[in-house]
């Protein structure tokens, strides 16, 4: 049987570089082999033992690589050794949820997000793509990887905060979070026509990037009284519009307490525990408010009208890939990550890189300052 280098689940606080059995595709199912990926915040709270996946699991979901083999019913639609993406999300399209509209949930609650939670994931040499045809993207020609990386998950998802919080041309935004989830949701706000864009993170680097994604005013919690500042830059409303970035009752508690009577909270956080909004942020419970919650939108159609954001130079994400790694350094690159090191904001990750050849050299990138 064909092996290949993978990064493995071990348990809490242990992920290992193994060799794997390479998946063999069947009808409907492609084989990619990956150029690029990278490691997400929800990888960072599986590894912690903070959401639940079985030992033994291949970890990863953004998967940017080249088809090597394609399973029975796809030669029609797909060639060998095109170079395609594939959502974190992958949708079958032909179950209840997704003939419903709600493809992220594909066969029940969360059940759209299979790489590296219910199937192996992307952080190997090779990566089996479910329903092929249903999300299997191919790249314009005259985008790299790094260009279309964080089309997967990151832009995806950040965007879907401001769609599902149906930002109007005009209206007030808060983001609080400046993540890369919440960059792109700054980033969102702006292409949904917002006029005030207010970012929000205790990181002053971050809100630099948050500027120059399209924040008009920038505002650091430790610098002072954040809500009452959007107040005061709202009329003494509130925002039309807050999204949640983080995942945390303080933000989303500041969510509610920054949205005007009759706003929206749009909430993309992955939440632990207990989840309360307080009386006197929802009015008593009749406030007009919306509370919406998004998971990454998936499958090919929103991979290519991603990447025709980004090909046609309305989008510019390279900027947020600011490090570079071989599959081989997963420790160090999960550390540097999840620690939040050396300004990082999304890593590389290049399975067909050998260890210390090209990564030592452009480890550090030059995006963020360039
Ligand atoms: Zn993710
Ligand atoms: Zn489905």
Request: aromatic share 6%.
């Amino acid at each position: 049987m064909a092996t290949m280098k993978a990064v493995v689940f071990k348990g809490k606080d242990h992920i290992a570089v193994e060799e794997v059995p390479k998946p063999v595709p069947r009808a409907g199912e492609a084989v990619i082999r990956i150029t690029t990926t990278t490691i997400c915040g929800t990888d960072v709270h599986i590894v912690r033992g903070e959401y639940p996946v079985k030992p033994g699991l291949v970890l990863g979901h953004e998967p940017v690589g080249v088809i090597e083999e394609l399973g029975p019913g796809l030669q029609d639609f797909y060639t060998i050794g095109q170079r395609v993406i594939a959502g974190a999300i992958t949708p079958c399209g032909q179950c209840f949820y997704c003939l419903n509209g709600t493809h992220s949930q594909c066969g029940g609650a969360l059940g759209g997000w299979r790489f590296g939670n219910t199937i192996n994931g992307a952080w190997a040499e090779y990566l089996l793509v479910p329903d092929a045809r249903a999300n299997l993207a191919v790249i314009p020609d005259s985008l790299r990887d790094e260009d279309v990386m964080l089309c997967p998950d990151i832009f995806s998802t950040g965007l879907s905060g401001a769609e599902s919080g149906k930002i109007k041309v005009g209206d007030a935004v808060a983001v609080f979070a400046q993540g890369p989830i919440g960059l792109c949701a700054t980033l969102g706000a702006k292409l949904k026509g917002a006029a005030l864009i207010i970012g929000v993170d205790s990181n002053s680097k971050r809100l630099e990037l948050a500027r120059q994604f399209g924040a008009n005013v920038t505002l650091n919690p430790d610098d002072g009284d954040v809500i009452e500042t959007i107040k005061r830059l709202t009329g003494g409303r509130g925002v039309d519009v807050a999204i949640e970035a983080l995942g945390r009752q303080e933000t989303f508690e500041n969510c509610l307490r920054a949205t005007r009577p009759g706003g929206t909270v749009s909430s993309l956080g992955v939440y632990s525990g207990k989840l309360v909004a307080p009386y006197e942020t929802i009015h008593a419970g009749l406030g007009d408010q919306t509370i919406v919650t998004t998971l990454c939108p998936g499958g090919k159609e929103r991979m290519r009208r991603l990447m025709t954001m980004i090909e046609h130079g309305r989008v510019d994400l390279r900027p947020l890939v600011t490090h570079e790694f071989a599959l081989d350094e997963i420790q160090d690159a999960f550390d540097l990550f999840s620690h939040q090191r050396d300004g990082v904001v999304k890593v590389a990750l290049h399975p067909y890189v050998l260890s210390g050849v090209r990564t030592t050299r452009s480890r550090e990138r030059t995006a963020v300052s360039g």
